[in-house]
């Protein structure tokens, strides 16, 4: 490595030879003061001279070392101590104490020392906002990635977002399925008109940020409630460069420009832990769907079965259950095919889909056989749905080709609390007991489990 020269050196050797110098000449200098000749260039006067000159480097180096080296030490230790902060989040990802509060340099002077401090202090406030967005990022980005149900990412992610940007009132809205829905919004009157609001949809169409700015004299009637946003900001969140969702922030003063950068970083991480969110969530509908009727399967709906039951005993509310089976459905798929089994299947769970109440749960038990759980229904109500769904059934024709397939169903009905029962497992065997009943009695028919 090339040694470089010392500055403080290479000051003190020419403020040396400058007073040397100095020493020399003014003997010249004192001739002119009509100083006698013999005495200006007497030695002792030419060495005193000299002397004085030497003394005068030596004092200059002493206060420049007061007033410039000492200044000049503090602004490196401070600079070390960054130093050691860069190194300590290069090795273990640890912010050190290194703030503007800690590593500002004073600013004491009103010249280039006051000018070199005071951009000394901007870069550190720079640095230290810089590391607290890291920092703010890497926990943000850390707990997204374990977060993977959808709403609690939606509420977590908008209450991280406000609060890191200032925003007095939010909304994260999500595209699925091709509709725009609300996934979370706080401070908003109307959140749900939001879904159709000219700025949101031009953002998810075109992935642009919008901010619009209002005058003070202009009121806006808005979603906004408590308080007239003075700034708007509608940030496109993007996975792979598409929009798939779009994050609405309102203040009441003017966002800071490093705010509006930190959203655009933070939309980014927001982003990946969305789409893994919404992958998880196609993969538990998946995992939860029949593939040929796609109504719940056995295994899930038997699990939303045991969280209704236990509802039911907490609040002492009625639930009802019925069991579906399509009679001779054997001969559908010997006369037809299993193709037009599978038609006649599909067709007829969107049939119970029609004839059931919204809030009611509809599964494939087995080949031909469906439930439908009613949480809230008696024996009553129970009964009118299911004669409700059995006259739909068999009202409505599969086509096949210039076939119409006409079939029926025969249905088994139990309640609780009009029965007693002991657990779910007995309220299936109960209503399976009515609809085999149905089965002997002639089919076509719903029986009560008595």
Same mark, same amino acid.
């Given at each position: +490595?090339?040694?470089?020269?010392?500055?403080?050196?290479?000051?003190?050797?020419?403020?040396?030879?400058?007073?040397?110098?100095?020493?020399?000449?003014?003997?010249?200098?004192?001739?002119?003061?009509?100083?006698?000749?013999?005495?200006?260039?007497?030695?002792?006067?030419?060495?005193?001279?000299?002397?004085?000159?030497?003394?005068?480097?030596?004092?200059?180096?002493?206060?420049?070392?007061?007033?410039?080296?000492?200044?000049?030490?503090?602004?490196?230790?401070?600079? $070390?101590?960054?130093?050691?902060?860069?190194?300590?989040?290069?090795?273990?990802?640890?912010?050190?104490?290194?703030?503007?509060?800690?590593?500002?340099?004073?600013?004491?002077?009103?010249?280039?020392?006051?000018?070199?401090?005071?951009?000394?202090?901007?870069?550190?406030?720079?640095?230290?906002?810089?590391?607290?967005?890291?920092?703010?990022?890497?926990?943000?980005?850390?707990?997204?990635?374990?977060?993977?149900?959808?709403?609690?990412?939606?509420?977590?992610?908008?209450?991280?977002?406000?609060?890191?940007?200032?925003?007095?009132?939010?909304?994260?809205?999500?595209?699925?399925?091709?509709?725009?829905?609300?996934?979370?919004?706080?401070?908003?009157?109307?959140?749900?008109?939001?879904?159709?609001?000219?700025?949101?949809?031009?953002?998810?169409?075109?992935?642009?940020?919008?901010?619009?700015?209002?005058?003070?004299?202009?009121?806006?009637?808005?979603?906004?409630?408590?308080?007239?946003?003075? $700034?708007?900001?509608?940030?496109?969140?993007?996975?792979?460069?598409?929009?798939?969702?779009?994050?609405?922030?309102?203040?009441?003063?003017?966002?800071?420009?490093? +705010?509006?950068?930190?959203?655009?970083?933070?939309?980014?991480?927001?982003?990946?832990?969305?789409?893994?969110?919404?992958?998880?969530?196609?993969?538990?509908?998946?995992?939860?769907?029949?593939?040929?009727?796609?109504?719940?399967?056995?295994?899930?709906?038997?699990?939303?079965?045991?969280?209704?039951?236990?509802?039911?005993?907490?609040?002492?509310?009625?639930?009802?259950?019925?069991?579906?089976?399509?009679?001779?459905?054997?001969?559908?798929?010997?006369?037809?095919?299993?193709?037009?089994?599978?038609?006649?299947?599909?067709?007829?769970?969107? $049939?119970?889909?029609?004839?059931?109440?919204?809030?009611?749960?509809?599964?494939?038990?087995?080949?031909?056989?469906?439930?439908?759980?009613?949480?809230?229904?008696?024996?009553?109500?129970?009964?009118?749905?299911?004669?409700?769904?059995?006259?739909?059934?068999?009202?409505?024709?599969? +086509?096949?080709?210039?076939?119409?397939?006409?079939?029926?169903?025969?249905?088994?009905?139990?309640?609780?609390?009009?029965?007693?029962?002991?657990?779910?497992?007995?309220?299936?065997?109960?209503?399976?007991?009515?609809?085999?009943?149905?089965?002997?009695?002639?089919?076509?028919?719903?029986?009560?489990?008595?």
């Amino acid at each position: +490595m090339r040694r470089l020269p010392n500055t403080f050196f290479r000051l003190a050797t020419r403020m040396i030879g400058f007073g040397l110098v100095i020493g020399i000449v003014f003997p010249f200098f004192m001739l002119l003061l009509g100083v006698p000749r013999t005495i200006a260039f007497s030695s002792l006067f030419l060495a005193s001279c000299a002397i004085a000159g030497v003394l005068v480097g030596f004092v200059n180096i002493v206060l420049t070392g007061v007033t410039v080296k000492s200044k000049l030490t503090v602004l490196t230790g401070k600079m $070390q101590e960054v130093k050691g902060s860069i190194i300590t989040i290069s090795e273990n990802g640890k912010i050190g104490d290194c703030d503007p509060e800690h590593c500002s340099v004073p600013i004491e002077t009103n010249d280039e020392f006051g000018q070199s401090a005071q951009s000394f202090n901007e870069l550190i406030a720079a640095f230290a906002s810089s590391l607290r967005m890291l920092d703010d990022i890497k926990n943000f980005t850390a707990i997204f990635s374990s977060q993977l149900d959808l709403h609690t990412l939606g509420e977590y992610a908008l209450d991280r977002v406000m609060k890191g940007t200032g925003a007095d009132a939010g909304a994260l809205l999500l595209e699925q399925e091709g509709e725009v829905v609300v996934l979370h919004s706080f401070g908003i009157r109307e959140a749900q008109a939001l879904s159709q609001d000219a700025h949101i949809l031009r953002a998810f169409s075109k992935g642009e940020n919008i901010t619009i700015s209002h005058p003070d004299e202009i009121i806006v009637e808005s979603t906004l409630t408590q308080f007239h946003p003075k $700034q708007v900001i509608v940030e496109p969140v993007k996975f792979k460069s598409v929009p798939i969702a779009v994050i609405l922030l309102a203040k009441a003063e003017p966002f800071q420009a490093e +705010m509006v950068r930190q959203l655009s970083i933070f939309s980014q991480s927001l982003a990946v832990a969305l789409h893994n969110a919404l992958e998880h969530e196609q993969l538990q509908k998946l995992a939860a769907l029949d593939p040929l009727t796609g109504i719940l399967n056995r295994r899930f709906g038997m699990v939303r079965l045991h969280e209704e039951y236990s509802r039911s005993v907490r609040r002492g509310a009625p639930l009802a259950l019925l069991m579906f089976d399509i009679d001779h459905f054997k001969q559908v798929n010997d006369t037809y095919g299993h193709v037009v089994g599978d038609r006649v299947l599909r067709n007829i769970a969107n $049939q119970i889909r029609q004839g059931i109440r919204e809030g009611d749960i509809l599964l494939r038990y087995g080949g031909e056989e469906f439930m439908v759980i009613l949480p809230g229904a008696n024996k009553e109500d129970a009964l009118a749905i299911a004669e409700r769904v059995r006259h739909i059934v068999r009202e409505n024709v599969t +086509m096949y080709g210039e076939n119409q397939i006409c079939v029926t169903i025969s249905i088994g009905l139990d309640s609780m609390p009009e029965t007693t029962i002991t657990g779910e497992m007995e309220l299936i065997a109960n209503a399976d007991e009515a609809l085999y009943r149905s089965k002997n009695a002639g089919r076509d028919r719903t029986t009560i489990h008595c």
